[in-house]
């Protein structure tokens, strides 16, 4: 189960990176400016969000394979229809809506909460952490040959190729079946007997729950900015495509270290604390990419220096919701988490296409991202690190 969810994770993350690819040519192809695609990328990473909600809901009711396998059809259908676009509107409604939906149905917020109740709390941030690498894994390895086809048979046809691939994704769901569902109060030692809305009430109610949720929002601003224009940013400056598929693709091998790592030391530190040091080291990589001259060897030194802290946040920030609350409602509180990472990454995308075609430069998006990053390390640092229950008489 734990071999077959990482390889799931590995072709979900591994499509949804490579958007960044298809920037230019749709833009170019259809004459549009790059605010329309990024609009529409920004719909598709708030519908994962919005979705993700839902999905989480739906997977802890009736179980995470019938999430996955609706996901996984949903994800390979709107990459087929991405090629015959004519309309910004196709557009939204292909690589928004429904590859949005796809992705909230086969990434982390469905799968981890499985691999955590396979392996129990003794190794619960291990598998956290590895699920997270698994998902980096396929950035390192379907970034650059999406590219390749790319180059060899053309943005659409490699389009429809990748959506054929992503059928798989619904026979490796499979495995889960055992894990997946409501769990009974009874394997969680932090759960009560709760009902859905009791477990919603509170969880809003929490303090700490709320901070959570603002820091990821500023973790989805930076992923989803980097991931969909940093190869148009790239070309920008003169270098072949093939450096800006190649960003991503270190970014993502970097990950593999950088979330594994993550997972193994929030299950033995402070994970809060850890966030903190995260937030922290984005805002300066990044202040440290602007300063210095850009050249081949600073961009890949970024590429790989921002890889160890891309994802590396997903094991504290899943783990505090399962420390707060128990996992037996993990999947559903969890996207509600993740709906914030998904809101800043909607701004993330969307500004930064807006901020382009008027000004003609990323700047301001890069130095906004610093901003956020320190505010997110302020934010972990206020943060309580305990059950809920022991602080249910406080109300925080």
């Not at 943005?155 to 994704?169: E, H, K, P, R, Y």
């Not at 997946?180 to 509170?202: I, K, M, W, Y």
Request: net charge neutral; glycine share 12%; aromatic share 12%.
């Amino acid at each position: 189960m734990i071999i077959t969810a990482c390889l799931l994770l590995l072709l979900s993350f591994g499509y949804r990176a490579g958007f960044g690819l298809f920037v230019m040519p749709i833009t170019e192809a259809n004459g549009w400016g790059r605010e329309i695609i990024s609009i529409a990328l920004a719909v598709q990473n708030l519908f994962w969000g919005i979705i993700a909600f839902f999905a989480g809901g739906l997977a802890d009711r009736f179980g995470n394979v019938k999430v996955v396998i609706a996901g996984t059809f949903l994800y390979a259908l709107g990459m087929v229809l991405m090629p015959g676009v004519t309309s910004p509107w196709g557009l939204n409604a292909s690589a928004g809506i429904l590859v949005g939906a796809g992705i909230a149905g086969t990434s982390f917020g469905i799968i981890l909460p499985a691999m955590a109740r396979a392996v129990g709390p003794q190794r619960q941030q291990w598998a956290l952490g590895l699920g997270t690498a698994a998902g980096s894994i396929g950035q390192f390895a379907i970034v650059p040959l999406a590219q390749t086809l790319i180059d060899a048979y053309g943005w659409a046809t490699t389009l429809n190729i990748l959506a054929g691939s992503a059928l798989l994704m619904a026979v490796l769901a499979i495995p889960l079946a055992p894990y997946s569902g409501r769990q009974p109060a009874g394997n969680d030692p932090n759960a009560t007997d709760q009902t859905v809305p009791h477990a919603l009430q509170e969880a809003i109610h929490y303090r700490s729950f709320l901070l959570l949720v603002m820091g990821f929002f500023v973790c989805g601003f930076h992923v989803a900015f980097i991931t969909a224009h940093m190869p148009a940013f790239i070309t920008d400056l003169g270098f072949d495509p093939k450096v800006g598929a190649w960003s991503i693709s270190i970014i993502g091998l970097c990950n593999v270290f950088g979330a594994y790592f993550s997972g193994v030391v929030s299950g033995k530190m402070s994970m809060r604390y850890l966030l903190v040091f995260i937030y922290s080291a984005r805002a300066v990589v990044i202040t440290l990419f602007l300063l210095i001259p850009i050249s081949l060897a600073s961009v890949l030194a970024f590429s790989a220096t921002m890889g160890f802290l891309w994802l590396a946040t997903v094991p504290p920030t899943s783990g505090l919701v399962a420390l707060m609350f128990g996992t037996r409602y993990m999947a559903m509180l969890y996207g509600i988490v993740f709906l914030g990472h998904q809101v800043g990454s909607f701004i993330g995308v969307w500004l930064g296409g807006w901020l382009y075609d008027r000004s003609g430069s990323y700047d301001m998006v890069w130095w906004l991202g610093v901003a956020l990053g320190l505010m997110a390390a302020v934010v972990h640092w206020l943060m309580s690190e305990r059950p809920v229950e022991r602080l249910a008489a406080q109300n925080l």
